[in-house]
T-cell receptor, first 109, second 114 residues
């Protein structure tokens, strides 16, 4: 199975950039995802990257993938208070997602 | 268009009881997956169903079972509940073969076992 590891906490000032890091073990993951979870809610898909890509940009979100090091990162530009949440990276195989433990992002004024 | 809907939203059960959780996928999605999220952890895969057949099963005991109906909705059953089964149970639907859309999750059912 897949092991996915993330840093647990990140505190960032409003307006700054946030960078959330993730490492994974299963090189056969074809897609890698970032999900956001707000308190009491389900998971919201933010973005994804195909395993043969190095970078993907989607408005304020930039995903970087280093396949050699099996390292994935999510950069949020101009972080806002509404970005405070838990962020999960996940790798996929044919039928399941393997999640990290999540990074709690706190945005301070 | 309605998203993934789960019922009930909250549930309290006693140890040893049985529980059934329900999920309706997004219209047109034929695959439903179930995940367990214990407080402070990431979701853990339980089952995936596609066209009423089980495609995959995670590392969960036989007390956990599921099924998918002809309308693609699904039920997750847990027998002989333990305190450790207390968690948020998430359902996700997907178009099989369309992984770029990812898996769309419902808001979950919060199960508390006392």
């Amino acid at each position: 199975g897949e092991d996915v590891e993330q840093s647990l906490f990140l505190s960032v000032r409003e307006g700054d950039s946030s960078v959330i890091n993730c490492t994974y073990t299963d090189s056969s993951s074809t897609y890698l995802y970032w999900y956001k979870q707000e308190p009491g809610a389900g998971l919201q898909l933010l973005t994804y990257i195909f395993s043969n890509m190095d970078m993907k940009q989607d408005q304020r979100l930039t995903v970087l993938l280093n396949k050699k090091d099996k390292h994935l990162s999510l950069r949020i530009a101009d972080t806002q208070t509404g970005d405070s949440a838990i962020y999960f990276c996940a790798g996929s195989n044919d039928y399941k997602l393997s999640f990290g433990a999540g990074t709690t992002v706190t945005v301070r004024a | 268009d309605a998203g993934v809907t789960q019922s009930p939203t909250h549930l309290i059960k006693t140890r040893g009881q049985q529980v059934t959780l329900r999920c309706s996928p997004i219209s047109g999605h034929k695959s439903v997956s179930w995940y367990q999220q214990v407080l402070g952890q990431g979701p853990q895969f339980i089952f995936q169903y596609y066209e009423k057949e089980e495609r995959g099963r995670g590392n969960f005991p036989d007390r956990f079972s599921a099924r998918q109906f002809p309308n693609y909705s699904s039920e997750l059953n847990v027998n002989a509940l333990l305190l450790g089964d207390s968690a948020l149970y998430l359902c996700a639907s997907s178009l099989v073969g369309d992984r770029t859309g990812g898996y769309t999750f419902g808001s979950g059912t919060r199960l508390t076992v006392v």
